[in-house]
Nanobody
Framework: QVQLVESGGGLVQAGGSLRLSCAAS????????MGWFRQGPGKEHEFVAG????????YYADSVKGRFTISRDNAKNTVYLQMNSLNSEDTALYFC??????????????WGQGTQVTVSS
């Protein structure tokens, strides 16, 4: 059983930056590609960014390309999301999960509690 703990969210002004972290415990990333998703009020989980196991390939939703950067530290079982130039449309609850790199769909049924990002204009 895996436990995912997301952190680093908060309230930030438009144009600001945040760095999110996702730590896995109870189970390693198991050579999985990992990704970040976000969920706005009343919406489904939306793919934001993904990274392959060794960190050589990254994938981004068009809405965040050039602003967000995903990275990982497998020794620490942690995935990061550096978010720059934030705008109000980035306001959401952010989660991490393993991903299918072709479909960009989440692989694990389990979701952590997420970390809230709120961008004020």
């Amino acid at each position: 059983q895996v436990q995912l703990v997301e952190s680093g969210g908060g309230l930030v002004q438009a144009g600001g930056s945040l760095r999110l972290s996702c730590a896995a415990s109870g189970r390693t990333f198991d050579f999985r590609a990992m990704g970040w998703f976000r969920q706005g009020p009343g919406k489904e989980h939306e793919f934001v960014a993904g990274i392959n196991w060794i960190g050589t390939n990254t994938y981004y939703a068009d809405s965040v390309k050039g602003r967000f950067t995903i990275s990982r530290d497998n020794a620490k079982n942690t995935v990061y999301l550096q978010m720059n130039s934030l705008n109000s449309e980035d306001t959401a609850l952010y989660f991490c999960n393993a991903i299918n790199v072709q479909s960009r769909a989440p692989l694990w049924a389990y979701w952590g509690q997420g970390t809230q990002v709120t961008v004020s204009s």
